[in-house]
């Protein structure tokens, strides 16, 4: 899944905060990834530090993998849940997560964990897709079927698949009081991105964490995997498909 978040930017994902993204500022990058985000942050922000953050060292691997490619000197790593980070108050200019809450068990701790440790004019920004609110064209019934299993897997392990919706709300609960709220889309309407979304699924469908739990706790075979990869690859062949990725976005002030 890491692998498939390579083609992540700023200007893609974090667009909602560029006004904020100025040199000089640290930032806290919580679930950093395949670390485009983060080396894009890097660059744009220093001489200011960025910390990339990940669950386990082998995550972090690939962000360290990928500021080494991109030959950045500032940028430091730490192995870390999102709900006890174990960094002082005060800490950061910017405390960011991007597709991270909807695989917390607590999403509001993991918000009051981020505003203990942003600085009192600094700011939260999180955002994160709403599989719920995902459309797409045509309706492929295998699709349907694709999206049924992973919303079955992700609550069945914690998560919430459509933690777009709730960001304003967890956002409230933690204790934020100023909070900017907004939505924005990505758009899979071109060869290469309809190529890359496609094919990306039609990989992880069948050799990834979701495929193994969905054959391991019977909820669906070995034929029902390759059907849905079948799908996704005829789907991004299509010279009409079309796909709209909702997501939604929240900066606070601590």
Request: net charge negative; hydrophobic share 40%; aromatic share 8%.
């Amino acid at each position: 899944m890491l692998h498939s978040h390579r083609n992540r930017t700023v200007k893609n994902s974090a667009g909602y905060i560029k006004d904020r993204i100025i040199p000089g500022k640290n930032l806290l990058d919580i679930g950093s990834g395949a670390g485009t985000i983060t080396v894009d942050f890097a660059r744009r922000l220093a001489p200011g530090q960025v910390t990339a953050v990940e669950i386990t060292a082998l995550a972090l691997e690939l962000t360290k993998a990928e500021v080494e490619r991109q030959h950045l000197e500032n940028v430091n790593f730490l192995v870390g849940d999102a709900t006890t980070l174990g960094l002082p108050d005060n800490s950061f200019d910017i405390v960011h997560a991007h597709q991270v809450l909807q695989h917390v068990g607590n999403p509001v701790q993991a918000l009051r964990e981020m505003r203990r440790i942003c600085k009192p004019d600094g700011i939260v920004a999180v955002r994160d897709s709403d599989y719920g609110g995902f459309i797409w064209y045509p309706m492929i019934p295998a699709l349907d079927q694709w999206m049924k299993y992973y919303q079955e897997v992700t609550r069945s392990n914690g998560g919430e698949p459509d933690a777009g919706r709730y960001l304003l709300s967890w956002a409230q609960q933690a204790g934020f009081t100023e909070i900017k709220s907004t939505s924005s889309t990505w758009c899979l309407s071109t060869p290469g991105s309809r190529a890359w979304w496609g094919s990306m699924w039609a990989d992880r469908i069948l050799k990834s964490d979701i495929a193994d739990q969905l054959r391991n706790d019977g909820i669906a075979t070995e034929q029902d995997l390759e059907c849905i990869a079948q799908a996704w690859l005829a789907w991004a062949a299509k010279e009409d498909s079309w796909m709209s990725i909702v997501h939604g976005e929240i900066v606070c002030c601590p």
